[in-house]
């Protein structure tokens, strides 16, 4: 899951890509392109134009012209049927990928003749480096998708590293021959199935020898059309006044199935396992969450600890349904000490028609508690007693304090020991473990404090635990005497990138592969980092530290040739992408 170190990556998210609905034809652009125009998106070197199309049966592309420009179709499903004014009629479907270099000038078609069917596919156009060439066509005899499942396939490269005699060549291609362009650049495809990764060395295939090389890697959107317009309308109606509690409900619950796949799901019977829990994504240990509420100013609490109601309205619900997905809900014992947590998902009770979420329902609560100092009127305990709440767990270290286990024991609580670390805090490895193997706990949320916090980030650094970081920025300030979780260590030690961006910072933090992309909450900023490994409805790959989601690409520059760029399928699905590998010229900017 690498990219060069010198790598800056940039995605393209496929709602933020230009889009538009004609009823005939549904598209999105990655760059400028017919009425989107943003100039910040013109083109990545010779790559100008990176659509993806959806054109409806019995309609299509009227005849048009192009010169000096190199267009690629590539078929993902359908049929689409090229006609063009140097004699070309073809009828393209999956697997078969046409490329015109239009040069001096051509016009085409491009229709879709099935009675019934859409056709899918990628639309590529490359600028050549030399203008008014003589126009030319050729395509790809057909690809079964299993010829480039987990292998990289070259479909394009430059014109320059084929022979005199291969170049002559036109029309159908021979097997296992790519398709010459007059530009810098190797185009390539794969579809990766779950958990399998590709890599591919910059400057594959090209002339280049050595320098600098940038890529593009877009995941198609292969599991069906996700519809920009009714996101937009989504989002409107996200942040313009939310007053119903419903409509927090629907937010959090959007948001749980962006991040996780899943949405929190309370009307089943839980004890039947009908009610949606995140499963383990690791055999031997309990998948974390770990999520607090902070500050603008990065304090979790204020002075001597005082707990405050930083997250507002949305946002606690929203942390409320991440608490009713999990099995369990752990804090430190000084939190538990401090502020009396129920730990539980109350905040849902109107998804009930205003019933209380049923025990079976609620997350187990979970304290790290090394000295047994959790006090036997806690709430936790009480509840435990009156049947409101699970039976708290409590891990421990401690030794020769049998009165106090047996005291806690008989107010309601299990009390577990657990090793402890070089620091002397209890193994957040053991734990995990113990959590999965002993007490059926397959996820665990974590809500701080601050040591825990800043412990488990450091022991993440160590061993990947967390699986996802989820921290709530309020608008306001705390002030100097709050309290914040300190930078672990090994952050200090480290120089931060040029380019301080939450991803690179990630990197540098040992916290990569992860992913940030914020949302709002009302006035609240949710930050979101992921390892991506979910019951995601559709394909998810990873590219350093950018997830992708299908429709995304990322953009990566500052890579060298020879270095390598890894792809991994994270998610569940098939994930069929192409990649752009371009040699940059000089003032080349995008
Ligand atoms: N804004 C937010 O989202 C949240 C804020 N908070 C705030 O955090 C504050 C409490 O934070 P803080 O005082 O730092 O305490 P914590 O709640 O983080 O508890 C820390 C204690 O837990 C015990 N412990 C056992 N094992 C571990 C381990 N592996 N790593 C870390 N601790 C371990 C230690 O006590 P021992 O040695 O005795 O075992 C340690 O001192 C409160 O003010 C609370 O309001 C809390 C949660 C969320
Ligand atoms: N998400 C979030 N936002 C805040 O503003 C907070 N203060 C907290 N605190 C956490 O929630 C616990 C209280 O839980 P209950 O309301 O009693 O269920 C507190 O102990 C912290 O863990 N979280």
């Not at 770990?290 to 990065?298: F, V």
């Not at 609240?524 to 394909?539: F, H, M, P, R, Y």
């Amino acid at each position: 899951m690498s990219t060069p170190n010198s790598t800056i990556s940039t995605a393209r998210r496929w709602w933020h890509r230009g889009s538009a609905d004609h009823g005939w034809l549904k598209t999105f652009h990655t760059f400028s392109f017919a009425s989107y125009y943003n100039p910040q998106w013109m083109t990545f070197g010779c790559l100008r134009v990176v659509n993806e199309d959806r054109v409806a049966a019995k309609t299509g592309f009227p005849t048009h012209p192009h010169n000096n420009a190199e267009i690629f179709s590539y078929i993902i499903n359908g049929k689409l049927t090229h006609k063009d004014s140097i004699g070309n009629v073809e009828t393209l479907q999956r697997g078969e990928v046409q490329f015109t270099s239009a040069g001096s000038g051509i016009r085409h078609s491009e229709y879709n003749d099935h009675p019934n069917d859409e056709c899918h596919f990628l639309q590529i156009w490359y600028t050549p480096r030399q203008r008014n060439l003589p126009p030319k066509y050729y395509t790809l005899p057909q690809v079964k998708d299993e010829e480039k499942t987990n292998k990289l396939m070259t479909l394009i490269r430059d014109v320059d590293t084929f022979t005199p005699e291969e170049r002559e060549k036109t029309g159908l291609l021979p097997v296992g021959r790519a398709i010459p362009a007059h530009c810098s650049l190797t185009t390539r495809t794969s579809i990766l199935t779950p958990g399998n990764s590709v890599k591919h060395i910059l400057g594959h295939e090209s002339k280049q020898s050595a320098g600098e090389r940038w890529s593009f890697i877009h995941l198609a959107m292969t599991s069906g059309y996700k519809d920009p317009n009714a996101l937009k309308k989504q989002v409107q109606k996200d942040i313009a006044g939310y007053t119903q509690h419903k409509d927090r409900l629907e937010h959090a619950a959007r948001y749980c199935k962006s991040v996780y796949g899943v949405t929190p799901n309370l009307t089943g019977d839980a004890s039947k396992g009908q009610v949606n829990k995140l499963k383990a994504t690791d055999p031997e240990k309990a998948r974390v969450t770990l999520t607090y509420a902070q500050s603008r100013d990065g304090k979790i609490a204020g002075e001597n600890k005082k707990m405050l109601a930083l997250s507002n309205a949305e946002s606690m619900i929203m942390t409320h349904s991440l608490r009713i997905l999990h099995d369990g809900i752990l804090v430190g014992v000084n939190t538990l000490i401090n502020d009396n947590p129920q730990l539980n998902a109350r905040l849902l009770n109107p998804l009930l028609d205003g019933k209380e979420v049923p025990l079976d329902a609620l997350p187990r609560p979970i304290v790290i508690d090394s000295k047994l100092r959790t006090p036997l009127d806690c709430k936790l305990l009480n509840n435990a007693r009156q049947g409101t709440g699970k039976k708290p767990l409590i891990f421990t270290s401690a030794n020769g304090e049998e009165a106090k286990a047996t005291a806690l024991r008989e107010a309601g609580a299990e009390v577990v020991k657990v090793t402890t670390d070089a620091n002397g805090h209890l193994s957040w490895s053991d734990l995990l473990t113990a959590l999965r193997q002993e007490h059926q706990i397959e996820s665990v949320m974590i809500e701080g404090g601050a040591t825990a916090i800043e412990s488990l980030l450091a022991a993440h650094a160590e061993q990947t635990l967390i699986n996802e970081l989820i921290v709530t920025v309020a608008p306001n300030n705390v002030g100097e005497k709050g309290l914040s979780y300190r930078a672990p260590k090994w952050v200090t030690k480290q120089t931060l990138p040029k380019e301080k961006n939450a991803n690179s910072l990630a990197n540098t933090n040992s916290l990569a592969p992860l992913q940030c992309d914020p949302q709002m909450f009302q006035s609240d900023v949710i930050l979101t980092w992921s390892q991506g490994k979910n019951d995601k409805e559709e394909a998810q790959i990873r590219i350093g530290d950018q997830l992708l989601s299908e429709g995304d690409g990322v953009f990566l520059r500052g890579g060298q040739v020879g270095e390598e760029v890894e792809i991994t399928n994270v998610g569940d699905r098939n994930a069929e992408f192409l990649l752009f590998d371009i040699e940059p010229e000089e003032g080349d900017d995008y």
